[in-house]
Structures are given as C-alpha cells and as structure tokens.
C-alpha cells in the first residue's frame, strides 16, 4: 500500500532518517515503535508531506507520493491524526470537521463519523477548546476520516486519554480495518494498546527501521533492546 525506499530527511544539518526502507501491506494495522527521539514522528510527516524528504522515494500503489503536496496526498486518500490532535479550540466540533473537506466540491461530513464518534453530533455546535482531552481525540480522528481516506495515520493517539476513551478509539481502528479494509498505521508507546490492535510492528532506532515482524513475534528480547527505557 505504502512502501519507502532509502528515504533520508534532515532538519538543518542534523539527519534523522537514515535510508529508511519501509513497506506497509493493504488492510494491516502497523505499530511503528520506539523510543524518544528515534524519528517516529519524522517519518509519519514525511509520508503525509509535512516535511520535504531530502532522498529516497515514497510510493502509495504506484505513484510516486513524494512528489505530491500534503493537500493531494489527502486527496489520494491519506488521513492523518497528528501528535497533540491540533483540534482549533476557538472553532466549532462542525468547523473543525469541515476542514477536512474539500472547499470547492459541496461535500458533507459522512455520517459514519457520527456513528463511530456519537459525543462529535451531540457537540457539533460546541467549540473545540470546551471538549475534553479525549473528545478531542475523536474530533481529530473523526476529521481524518472526513475524506474516506485509504490508509490512516495516527501519531500517539493514546497520549493523556483517559482509558475508556482509549478502549473506543481502540475498537474504532479494528472496526475499520475489519469492516472496511481499512490500512493503519499507528504510532504507540504504549504496547498493552499495541499487542490489542496492531497485527504488525516496526520497531526504529536513530532514523532507521530496525526489525519488522507479526505482532505476535514482539518479545521479550525486542522489546528490551530497542523499547525499555
Ligand atoms: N522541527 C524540528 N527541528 C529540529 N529537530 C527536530 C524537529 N522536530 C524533531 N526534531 C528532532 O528530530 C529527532 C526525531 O524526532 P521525532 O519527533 O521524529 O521522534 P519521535 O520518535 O517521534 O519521538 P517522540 O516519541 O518523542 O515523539 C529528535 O532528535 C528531535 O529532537
């Protein structure tokens, strides 16, 4: 579905993915791990074109995604919930939902995200900054899903939610994923949520993918190397 090859990006002088080789199958969910630091972060604004890539190629099917604006790749069909869900709290649940959208194209928020996120209809008219931390999470979920994307991206969407809230947004991705083939890839720290929802994981070190496998073959071992602290 997304495959890189020997992709580098660097900020100023300072390199943080080092040739990185990374294939994502259609329909998995995968885990990308690690510690603080390694580029997890990096490398999910470089799939989504938030950060220019220095060399290397980034392919979705066959075309070459790296050449495409942010804005297209949405359009190709990448949703992306970033690290601290950059929810515009002065703007309405609707707005913020809206923004997803195309401007020209008259298109309406799918009412699946209100089947999956119920608390989004009850808020609509609700500014976002009056949500709490794990409404908020929804919302930015909900917007990413606004398109229909192919492959959604989620960065640490677990981050300070409070665990029944991290239990849905958990059953949201199977969900998807099972109902609708839905391709994640997803950012966590945290590998109770991880071994519960992702069927494969990469683990990175210093800008580098480090060992891939099935989830069910992350071990003691692994997780000693490159995840304890
Ligand atoms: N805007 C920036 N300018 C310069 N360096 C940056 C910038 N953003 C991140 N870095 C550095 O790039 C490296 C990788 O950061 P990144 O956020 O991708 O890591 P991460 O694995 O996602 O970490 P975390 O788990 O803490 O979110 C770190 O050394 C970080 O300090």
């Not at 929804?138 to 969407?157: N, W």
Request: proline share 4%; glycine share 10%.
């Amino acid at each position: 579905m997304i495959s890189m090859k020997k992709v580098s990006q660097l900020y100023g002088g300072t390199q943080i993915l080092w040739d990185l080789d990374l294939d994502i199958e259609p329909g998995s969910i995968t885990c990308i791990m690690g510690r603080n630091g390694v580029g997890k972060t990096t490398l999910m604004k470089a799939i989504m074109g938030l950060l220019p890539i220095k060399r290397g190629e980034i392919l979705m099917a066959q075309d070459a995604l790296h050449k495409q604006s942010a804005e297209q790749r949405a359009y190709a069909g990448i949703g992306y919930v970033p690290q601290g869900r950059d929810i515009f709290p002065m703007l309405t649940v609707e707005e913020n939902l809206r923004i997803g959208l195309p401007v020209k194209k008259r298109k309406d928020i799918p009412e699946k995200v209100f089947e999956l996120f119920p608390v989004l209809k009850e808020m609509l008219h609700r500014r976002g900054g009056d949500l709490s931390g794990g409404q908020q999470q929804q919302l930015a979920i909900g917007r990413a899903l606004v398109l229909e994307p192919k492959v959604l991206i989620l960065d640490e969407p677990n981050e300070g939610i409070q665990p029944n809230i991290v239990k849905q947004i958990g059953d949201v991705i199977l969900k998807l994923n099972a109902e609708e083939n839905l391709t994640v890839i997803l950012i966590e720290q945290k590998l109770g949520f991880a071994r519960r929802v992702g069927k494969e994981f990469r683990l990175m070190e210093k800008g580098r993918i480090v060992a891939a496998d099935k989830m069910e073959n992350l071990n003691d071992e692994l997780i000693k190397q490159y995840l304890a602290v």
